[in-house]
């Protein structure tokens, strides 16, 4: 049994039915390489179809759907999670400009990495981390 057909079975149980609908087709994309990143050496069927009905096959899919369907989407996600990284804790709302101000900032300097590292060590909230014996308990 190939690993696709054993998570094709487990998600036919109901109680898990449901986020694996949503979940397994961008693993099934991804199926072309193992754990650790690299290429299988054998073929793997990597056609699957999202939860939304969009039908894509393999990594150029993957990327051509979140860059071309979902961009806006995709870049505000790895936006929040950059940020909340470099701040060292959650989103609040108070970020919401610094996240819009990197979106465009991104967009503008054709989505590249550091355009999003530089926004984030220029911006007040990173320049200004407290230590862990000022926050109050």
């Known amino acids: 049994m190939t690993a696709r ?5 487990h998600s036919s149980v109901a ?5 694996h609908a949503r979940i397994d087709p961008y693993g099934f994309a991804l199926e072309q390489f193992d754990t650790v ?3 299988r050496s054998d073929p793997v069927d990597t056609a699957t179809t999202l939860f939304n009905g969009t039908r894509i096959e393999g990594l150029e899919g993957l990327r ?3 860059t071309e369907q979902r961009r806006d989407d995709f870049v505000r996600q790895f936006c929040r999670k ?5 701040l ?6 108070s970020d919401e400009s610094l996240l819009t101000d990197m979106q465009d900032i991104l967009e503008a300097r054709d ?5 999003a590292v530089e926004a984030i060590v220029t911006s007040h909230p990173f320049r200004k981390i407290r230590g862990r014996e000022s ?3």
């Open 5 to 9: 057909q054993l998570i094709e079975q």
């Open 15 to 19: 109680a898990c039915a449901k986020c």
């Open 37 to 39: 990143g690299r290429q």
């Open 64 to 66: 051509s759907y979140l």
């Open 82 to 86: 950059l940020l909340g990284y470099a």
């Open 88 to 93: 060292g804790r959650e989103i609040q709302l």
């Open 111 to 115: 989505f590249r990495f550091s355009a």
């Open 135 to 137: 926050i109050p308990e």
